[in-house]
């Protein structure tokens, strides 16, 4: 099928449970998702790529491949495919741009998706299918390819060259894992970037006043990379911040998961597949960090946002997100590496924002607030949208 009409993005992550739901958002989210018939594509996803974060990149490219075949995601249809609405998987950085390589066990499980049940089984057909679609040459006798980020640039560059080209809109960058694919990007094709890319959508970051989560001060996607995530947020293009004082607020609590439960949307292999990612995440934040009432299901408010910026407007006065300047602490010797620190008062930009997203100005919008019951209503649809996918391909029980 040619590609859908949708707000063309690329989906950067790390699956991990709270990346596997954004990954359903991705594909799925409606253009309207409280209007019931309106069931338009809002988002075009072009292509997944994965990051060591969550789990080591072997994987979570393995998780991606499994997700995108659960979902019914149509494949490309070889390894340049710009046309058809095949999505692209590719495999990129094992190890971070200047920190030791590591992964959260303790809150995915050592494979990245622990806990969860029902997904096709990575040795099958279809998952195969998937892992090898985008590269040139299967490495026979391999389940998954070797991690290597320069597949994913060269590719990268072909995508944003034949846009370009072409004259199609921007695409955008979500980016649910630590930032060290979209910094390469940055740094090997700076021009293809000021010109393909709208803005990078980014989970990640703890805002001054919110604890981190696995730093004192540093959430985990920063921690992990900060020296990628400070050329990011210093690019001279728009960066959107979903931190975790907003992704706090995007709790899937008792009544959510009962909702999955009851397998309204009538594919009950989906919604028990989900609600054992809701579950097993579910436990660990409550083991881990004491959340009582459900996950904070973090990935999916930066795809949510693309969809849907105005879910995240003030609820008092209905003004938009504000942007400000963020700087990475990157010392490794500091007890706040990895924090994002915020210049709330611009008392150190020095250059005014409609010319310049880059180091100096105001480079990043920073969400704060979060309309929770329309976020999970987005859940649902794409829950429904995904069902109505896999009955068409005969995969639904
Ligand atoms: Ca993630």
Redesign the pocket.
Known sequence: MARSDGKPIWLD????H??AI?LLFALFAPQNCTGGSNFAAALDLLGVSVVA??APVAATYANAARLLTLYGAALPKHSRDFESDGVHLFCGSEVPLNKLPRSDPDIHGEDGLGGVTGLPSLGSEQVQKRVWASYDVPQQRHLLPRSSPGELLVFWHALLTHRIKKGLPKMTIVA??PLTNVALLMRGFPDLVEQGIEEVVI?GGAPPGTRGNRGPLAEF?ILVDPEAADIVFNFDVPVVMAGLNVTHQAIFGRSHLERLQAHQCGDQALCDTLASVVTFFADTYKSEFGFTSGPPV??VLAVAYVVAPELFNCPTTGAPPKRYQVQVETAAHSLAMGSTVIDFYAKTCQRPEEEWWGRGGRNAIVLEHLDVEKLWDMFFACLERCAQRRKQLGVSS
Request: with cysteine; net charge negative.
């Open positions: 992550c790390d699956p991990g709270d990346d954004a974060g969550n649910t894992g989970m996607n973090h990935d």
